[in-house]
């Protein structure tokens, strides 16, 4: 029997190349966890495969060809790839994530879990975006005539504070998908010296998703914030940005996109 090249990542970044290379190509049930696993690499060194699959609520055979869809020989593989790169401990993510469960630990919804689990969102965020991208971020918003914002449902807080701090420091903004269903309507001015800032995390607003069409066909400037590599806001945006609030037993938080957003306009409020 002829061995098996592994060709497979052996760290956080090459995961995250890896699964968007292949993400088109991967099964409903693969794509389901695929997202769950950008959004939380380390629950790979944590969790069993029984674990995970519970916590991105997929088969367990589902994570063994999700390794081998990515070029390991087994979950075990892949691993261990993971956790030589992480250098993990065995604690701080435990203690974070709340696994280490005694009878003194507070209940999912209590509040010292959600300031933990938040807290580490937050470290990962100032991992994940750098004042560069604040900066490419106010140029395109200083470049534009007016800035056209959207995000629906959850998105809905994070998309209205943008709009708020672009309103407080003058510039000419629209807030789309307020107005009972009219955001075509709203949309129909968008122009090529305009920007759309498009806010969506999964599964996706269908009108966020209709709105990032839109503005492509207007050849509109572009900015989009999300929650993983493999979101669709990501594809054909001038600039992304990423955000993944903490999850605390099925209940996602803003802190992280809120944290983002304030980040953007104090910059942009220093600039001026």
């Known amino acids: ?102 009878q003194d630990t507070p209940a999912p919804g209590m509040l010292s879990n959600i300031v933990q689990a938040s807290t580490a969102s937050l470290a990962a965020l100032e991992e994940a975006v750098h004042d560069p991208d604040l900066l490419r971020a106010v140029n395109l918003i200083q470049q534009a005539d ?52 498009l806010v969506s995390y999964y599964p996706y607003g269908n009108e966020t998703l209709w709105m990032h069409e839109h503005a492509t066909r207007r050849r509109a400037r572009l900015i989009t914030m999300t929650d993983n590599e493999v979101s669709p806001l990501a594809t054909g945006a001038d600039l992304t940005l990423y955000s993944r609030d903490a999850d605390i037993s099925g209940v996602r938080g803003l802190s992280t996109s809120m944290c983002l957003v304030q980040s953007l306009i104090l910059a942009l409020a220093n600039r001026k």
């Open 146 to 197: 007016t800035v056209y914002v959207m995000g629906v449902r959850r998105a809905h807080p994070v998309a209205l504070y943008i709009s708020y701090g672009l309103w407080q420091l003058d510039r000419r903004c629209v807030l789309l998908g307020s107005k009972g269903g009219l955001h075509k309507e709203e949309a129909s001015g968008i122009r090529r010296t305009d920007l759309v800032f």
């Open 1 to 102: 029997m002829q061995t098996k090249t592994n060709t497979a990542v052996t760290d956080t970044p090459r995961l995250q190349e890896t699964i968007q290379q292949h993400y088109p190509e991967l099964s409903k049930r693969l794509k389901q966890l695929a997202r769950y696993i950008l959004e939380n690499p380390d629950r790979i060194v944590l969790c069993t495969v029984a674990e995970l699959s519970e916590e991105a609520d997929v088969p367990p055979s589902t994570v063994i060809r999700f390794a081998n869809a990515l070029g390991f020989n087994g979950f075990s593989e892949m691993r261990r790839a993971v956790r030589s790169q992480l250098h993990y401990t065995g604690s701080y993510s435990e203690r974070v994530q709340g696994k280490s469960v005694t």
